[in-house]
């Protein structure tokens, strides 16, 4: 009985005896955070260089503090390569801060980028470029090649832009009935060398009147989606379809819950009201990008996807192009007087300009439309 209660005693003291503070977190160690896309349609490019932290507490306190997310002192620079495999040039990245930045948890009244304006060296979508870094107080060095997407195979299809020369953003007839008729659009492009992920949007652009006297230009953003090539070749025909009664749904779901509605006395828009745009991203995008996306199943892990050698993020390239037209007739009878966005106020102001006078004439069946 006594060894009983001597090995019962020994077991609780030594339990008793354990230390419980143990510590959460592993050593520290830096890791350099990249993202950037070349895009050798723009005169900047634009590289954010952060690096990895870690606290005590909890880390969303953190990540405000510009000093925990930024390097102090760093050397970036961009390598050309050309088709053989040769440096050609070599450009060094400045710095720079940005303000007005959107709320979130990070430092939000500046933060700190890397660009490198290429006016007087272009970027060639014949070549690689390489961004190479090094952290000399950390004894850092880290870096990623990307190549670019061939942006003159990026085009709309010839037809497809004649049409809407023609005859504009067409989906909807010029009449009120209660079984008003609807077109569909079909968007043709064809992708380009380089380019995997194809994504569209189409952005409608029209000024608001406020009871104020003043005028503020707006638009609103339509997603529609994204599509894959089959290679990254180029030169292969991508076609979607647009229901037309879905544009009017559209503008209604953006502007439903617009907070300043009662100001605005009228909408007008002009012949450029309409803008499709096609955005290109090569295979590492297109990769990062899935890696990324929303999880739908009981799993909710992610792999992680970097293309960053000694650090992790993107390096990679997008390119874009844009194709502008004006409304047809009959959409913007809908538009105006339609029974989804006829709230809205849209009209037609009397100016003396071909584009107006000739939806103004016609138009003659329906005066309503136009403006006060």
């Known amino acids: 009985m006594k060894r009983y209660l001597f090995s019962l005693t020994l077991i609780v003291s030594l339990f008793c005896s354990c230390e419980t503070d143990f510590e959460l977190n592993a050593p520290y160690q830096t890791i350099p955070v990249v993202y950037g896309l070349l895009n050798?349609?723009?005169?900047?490019?634009?590289?954010?260089i952060n690096k990895s932290f870690l606290g005590n507490t909890n880390n969303v306190n953190f990540a405000a503090i510009n000093d925990c997310t930024q390097f102090d002192y760093l050397i970036?620079?961009?390598?050309?390569?050309?088709?053989?495999?040769d440096v050609i040039g070599t450009d060094t990245f400045r710095e720079m801060y940005v303000h007005n930045i959107d709320a979130g948890i990070f430092y939000e009244d500046s933060q700190k980028i890397y660009f490198l304006s290429d006016t007087a060296n272009p970027l060639n979508s014949d070549h690689e470029y390489e961004l190479r870094v090094n952290v000399p107080d950390k004894d850092l060095?880290?870096?990623?090649?990307?190549?670019?997407?061939?942006?003159?195979?990026?085009i709309f299809d010839f037809i497809f832009r004649i049409s809407l020369k023609l005859n504009g953003y067409r989906c909807a007839d010029k009449t009120l009935e209660t079984d008003d008729e609807f077109y569909d659009t079909q968007i043709k492009?064809?992708?380009?060398?380089?380019?995997?992920?194809?994504?569209?949007?189409?952005?409608?652009?029209?000024?608001?009147?406020?009871?104020?006297?003043?005028?503020?230009?707006?638009?609103?953003?339509?997603?529609?989606?994204?599509?894959?090539?089959?290679?990254?070749?180029?030169?292969?025909?991508?076609?979607?379809?647009?229901?037309?009664?879905?544009?009017?749904?559209?503008?209604?779901?953006?502007?439903?819950?617009?907070?300043?509605?009662?100001?605005?006395?009228?909408?007008?828009?002009?012949?450029?009201?309409?803008?499709?745009?096609?955005?290109?991203?090569?295979?590492?995008?297109?990769?990062?990008?899935?890696?990324?996306?929303?999880?739908?199943?009981?799993?909710t892990e992610r792999p992680i996807f970097t293309n960053v050698n000694n650090g992790i993020g993107l390096f990679a390239s997008k390119y874009q192009t844009e194709l502008v037209c004006s409304m047809s007739a009959g959409t913007?009878?809908?538009?105006?007087?339609?029974?989804?966005?006829?709230?809205?106020?849209?009209?037609?102001?009397?100016?003396?300009?071909?584009?107006?006078?000739?939806?103004?004439?016609?138009?003659?069946?329906y005066p309503h439309i136009e403006c006060n």
Request: with cysteine; glycine share 8%; hydrophobic share 35%.
């Open 141 to 154: 060095n880290f870096s990623a090649r990307t190549g670019l997407i061939d942006g003159d195979q990026l």
């Open 332 to 365: 913007i009878l809908e538009l105006c007087l339609g029974q989804k966005t006829s709230g809205y106020k849209f009209c037609l102001p009397n100016i003396n300009t071909p584009f107006y006078r000739n939806l103004l004439t016609e138009l003659d069946l």
């Open 76 to 85: 970036a620079l961009l390598d050309e390569y050309n088709s053989i495999g």
């Open 189 to 299: 492009w064809n992708t380009a060398q380089n380019g995997k992920r194809y994504e569209l949007f189409l952005r409608f652009k029209f000024n608001e009147h406020k009871a104020d006297g003043s005028i503020k230009s707006r638009f609103i953003d339509w997603d529609l989606g994204h599509q894959l090539s089959v290679s990254t070749g180029g030169d292969e025909d991508i076609t979607k379809t647009i229901r037309g009664n879905n544009f009017f749904e559209m503008v209604n779901s953006k502007l439903s819950n617009y907070d300043q509605e009662s100001q605005v006395v009228k909408r007008t828009f002009d012949s450029t009201a309409i803008e499709f745009v096609l955005t290109a991203g090569n295979e590492t995008l297109n990769t990062y990008m899935e890696v990324n996306e929303p999880v739908t199943g009981i799993v």
């Open 40 to 48: 050798q349609d723009l005169d900047t490019q634009i590289v954010k």
